[in-house]
C-alpha cells in the first residue's frame, strides 16, 4: 500500500535556526516520484522540489536543501537559516508510476512557524 | 503565463443542495485533478481528467462527478452535500496525463456545508 508519513506535526523554530523535515514513504512500485509542496495560510500549494526513484542525488537550491535515501525510504527537507516567510504547511507526496498512476499521495503535513 | 484558476473562492450551501467548483488549468497544460483537503490534513485525490475522460478516480462518492471541456477547463460537481463535506477542494493541471509530473495547484475553493 502507498503511504506517506511525516511524523512532525509541528515545529516551531526562531529565526535564522536549520530546521529538517522528516517524509517517510510506503511504495511497492520501483518507479515513482516524490515531491515537496508548501502550503502558506493563503491555502494555495506551492510546488518545491520533486526527485524520481532513480535520483538519489541530493540537491540544495538557495536555502533549501533534499535528502532522498532508498534505502531508509525518507526524504527529507532542510531549510537552513530559516526565515518567517517559511512559516507554512509543507507537505511531502508521493506519485507511484503505476500504483497510484501518477496521483499524487500526501502526508499530513508539517506546520512550521519560525518566530522572529 | 497564467496560472492554475478556480472559481468561487467560498461557498456556503445547505446539506442536501449541489455544487459546481470550476477549475481553468495553468496555460500549455491539459490535465486536471481534484482534491479534497480537510481541516488539518493533506489533500485526497478526488479524480483526474485527461482528453475530457475520467482517468482515475479517488476513494470517493459517486456523489462526486466532473467534466472536462475542450478547452482543458474542468468542473467538480457534488450532489446531495453532506455536512462532511465541507473542506478546501484544489484543483491542479499538469502536461499529458502521465505520472510523475508535477501538478500545479490552484488557492482553492472553500466550501462550507450548514
Known amino acids: 500500500a502507498q503511504k506517506v508519513t511525516q511524523a512532525q506535526t509541528e515545529i516551531s523554530v526562531v529565526e535564522k535556526e536549520d530546521v529538517t523535515l522528516d517524509c517517510v514513504y510506503e511504495?511497492?512500485?520501483?518507479?515513482?516520484?516524490l515531491f515537496w509542496y508548501k502550503q502558506p495560510p493563503s491555502g494555495e500549494l506551492v510546488f518545491l522540489i520533486r526527485?524520481?526513484?532513480?535520483?538519489?542525488q541530493n540537491e540544495i537550491s538557495g536555502r533549501y536543501s533534499w535528502n532522498f535515501q532508498k534505502s531508509t525510504s525518507s526524504f527529507n527537507f532542510t531549510i537552513t537559516a530559516s526565515q518567517v516567510v517559511d512559516s507554512a504547511v509543507y507537505f511531502c507526496?508521493?506519485?507511484?508510476?503505476?500504483?497510484?498512476?501518477?496521483?499524487?499521495?500526501f502526508g499530513k503535513g508539517t506546520k512550521l512557524s519560525v518566530k522572529p | 503565463d497564467a496560472g492554475v484558476t478556480q472559481s468561487p473562492t467560498h461557498l456556503i450551501k445547505t446539506r442536501g443542495q449541489q455544487v459546481t467548483l470550476r477549475c481553468s488549468p495553468k496555460?500549455?497544460?491539459?490535465?486536471v485533478s481534484w482534491y479534497q483537503q480537510a481541516l488539518g490534513q493533506g489533500p485526497q485525490f478526488i479524480f483526474q481528467?485527461?482528453?475530457?475522460?475520467?482517468?482515475q478516480r479517488g476513494n470517493f462518492p459517486d456523489r462526486f462527478s466532473g467534466h472536462q471541456f475542450p478547452n482543458y477547463s474542468s468542473e467538480l460537481n457534488v450532489n446531495a452535500l453532506l455536512l462532511g463535506d465541507s473542506a478546501l477542494y484544489l484543483c491542479?493541471?499538469?502536461?499529458?496525463?502521465?505520472?510523475?509530473?508535477?501538478?500545479?495547484f490552484g488557492p482553492g475553493t472553500r466550501l462550507t456545508v450548514t
Open positions: 491542479a493541471s499538469s502536461l499529458g496525463g502521465i505520472g510523475g509530473r508535477e501538478q500545479y
Open positions: 511504495t511497492r512500485d520501483t518507479t515513482y516520484y
Open positions: 526527485r524520481n526513484s532513480f535520483d538519489e
Open positions: 507526496a508521493l506519485s507511484e508510476w503505476e500504483g497510484s498512476q501518477g496521483n499524487l499521495i
Open positions: 496555460s500549455g497544460h491539459d490535465t
Open positions: 481528467y485527461y482528453e475530457e475522460e475520467e482517468r
